[in-house]
């Protein structure tokens, strides 16, 4: 992945994005196509401290705040592959694979956004 060879402030490096469309792409089986091809990219990406994301017009995958926002949803098929962030603390909550990127990359946040989740998720579960 050459994501983070794309030049741009230090400062910056963490909203570096590689948006790949696929306009003729809109039929269910090349979304299945799509999906297939995010979930043989997705453990090469999480190791490495990156996520991937599918979005398409139809997408009703939730937001992590908000049950009732559907921001994977764009007019056409995409595949995003960005940098693994602090707030992405719910992601790592529901892939625990992504524990051990998350804490070396961020070992000073880590544990209290990841204790935070978790009793978040405790407390709504009740």
């Not at 009732?68 to 909550?93: G, K, M, Q």
């Amino acid at each position: 992945m050459q994501l983070r060879s794309i030049p741009c402030p230090s400062a910056m490096q963490q909203f570096r994005v590689v948006v790949v469309g696929f306009p003729n792409m809109g039929d269910q089986q090349s979304l299945e196509s799509l999906k297939a091809a995010q979930a043989r990219l997705r453990f090469y990406t999480l190791m490495r401290g990156l996520m991937i994301g599918r979005f398409y017009e139809t997408s009703d995958d939730p937001g992590l705040w908000n049950p009732d926002f559907r921001p994977l949803r764009s007019s056409i098929p995409l595949l995003v592959v960005r940098h693994l962030v602090e707030n992405d603390a719910p992601f790592v909550i529901m892939r625990p694979i992504l524990v051990p990127t998350y804490i070396a990359k961020f070992p000073l946040a880590a544990p209290r956004r990841l204790l935070a989740m978790l009793a978040r998720r405790r407390r709504d579960a009740h």
